[in-house]
């Protein structure tokens, strides 16, 4: 990662999320760059870039705010092949990250293909505000029961039949609103007995 703000920041914590072993090149890092490090959880090299910095890397990210950097930087990245990502700037990148809505298991990805980081944040902030935490929850529950499911060796149609009522019913607005018993009714009815959110090891 080069650079040390706010951008890299949050391309540091996407790294990390998917275990990457990240070392930072800036002078500066944020508070939480900071505390990353003082918890190694990154690597920091306390400088500006040298030609060079990017000799073992596999994926670099490159955002200071000094234009000539970045474009030295990322052609150094470029020329030894290596997947680089130059922030809001497509054409020095071999790679786009797409914005992104993270609901554990349900992950959401917007791109504009590097055109308009702009509106694809726009569209992230409006998807969040739709598809809020308990979607991470119902499919906790999903998981837990299609794993049962399947275990039982049930008709695969059957099994089907059971999944889309469980997804068409009301059971996210419940879990929205904390209602366990609610949403132990409707596994009850669709399942039967031992499917409650306790007997599934879920819980609200």
Known sequence: ???????????????????????????????????LLSHSKIQHLCREYQRGDFEDAFLVFVAT?????????????????????????PKRCNFIVPSVVDRDDLVITISTSGKSPALAKKIREKLETGYGEEYSIFLTIMGAVRERLLKAGNNSEKNRKIFYRLVDSNMLALIKEGKKDKVDSILLDALGKGYSLGELGVDL
């Open 1 to 35: 990662m080069l650079g040390g703000g706010g951008v890299a920041e949050r391309k540091v914590e996407s790294l990390l999320r998917c275990g990457g072993a990240v070392t930072v090149i800036s002078p500066d890092l944020t508070p939480r760059l900071k505390e």
């Open 65 to 89: 705010n000094d234009p000539m950097v970045n474009a030295e930087s990322s052609q150094e990245a470029l020329g030894k092949g290596i997947l680089v990502n130059t922030v809001d700037t």
